[in-house]
Nanobody, 112 residues
Framework: QVQLVESGGGLVQPGGSLRLSCAAS????????MGWYRQGPGKQRELVAT???????TYGDYVEGRFTISRDNVKKTVYLQMNSLKPEDTAVYYC??????WGQGTQVTVSS
């Protein structure tokens, strides 16, 4: 019954900002760590950020200081605020509940 639906991806210029949302159905959201992962062309999926049910966050090495993950436990939504975007951030971004549930992904393209 768990579904994760990402939104907010799109095309943005370098230095710009984008906010991704992941809306979760089911009871998993309040019970587990939520995360964002990304996979660029020809690359392996990598960690972007995670946030526990209590609000503790972690970030991948390449995005710390530019990205912020947050969650709204009432709306069952996790967000990824992305600032100072770089072309290297271009990827499909996936929302995950723990490591068992994954969204379909949303494309983020950073290009001038």
């Amino acid at each position: 019954q768990v579904q994760l639906v990402e939104s907010g991806g799109g095309l943005v210029q370098p230095g710009g900002s984008l906010r991704l949302s992941c809306a979760a159905s089911g009871s998993i959201f309040r019970l587990t760590t939520m995360g964002w992962y990304r996979q660029g062309p020809g690359k392996q999926r990598e960690l972007v950020a995670t946030i526990t049910k209590s609000g503790t966050t972690t970030y991948g090495d390449y995005v710390e200081g530019r990205f912020t993950i947050s969650r709204d436990n009432v709306k069952k939504t996790v967000y990824l605020q992305m600032n100072s975007l770089k072309p290297e951030d271009t990827a499909v971004y996936y929302c995950a509940a723990g490591t068992s549930y994954w969204g379909q992904g949303t494309q983020v393209t950073v290009s001038s």
